[in-house]
């Protein structure tokens, strides 16, 4: 059980939590039966690795620290495998889950409505 929590400690840590949640939350809204949820997680986690780099560009950081934090990000992506195989799970579960919500909730509507549809 320790090594689990050690594992999801990795994946998600305190401070990345609520970035996590609100990529997950709005990318849930996009996922559709052409555009299965694994797609989705896959670039939910390509901009979860790219907003700390935006982060440092938006608050002034040179050129030069964006570029030695890039290549020293990219000289140790085998250290960081684990952790992103882990979010990118915790992800799928997140999105697929949200994505079953929506779709029961639009299957639930009473029969003669349609989603969307406002009648007074």
Known sequence: MDALLYLLSLGFSGSDLTRALILVLLGSLFVSSRFLPWKMTLLLLAADQLWPFYSMVRDGAGASVVVDTLIGYADHWQDNIVGL???????????????????????????GKKAGSMSY
């Not at 779709?103 to 509507?109: E, I």
Request: glycine residues 12%; without cysteine; charged residues 20%.
């Open 85 to 111: 195989l882990v979010r990118w799970g915790g992800f799928y579960v997140f999105v697929r889950g949200m994505y079953s919500v929506r779709r029961k909730l639009h299957n639930a509507l009473p029969e």
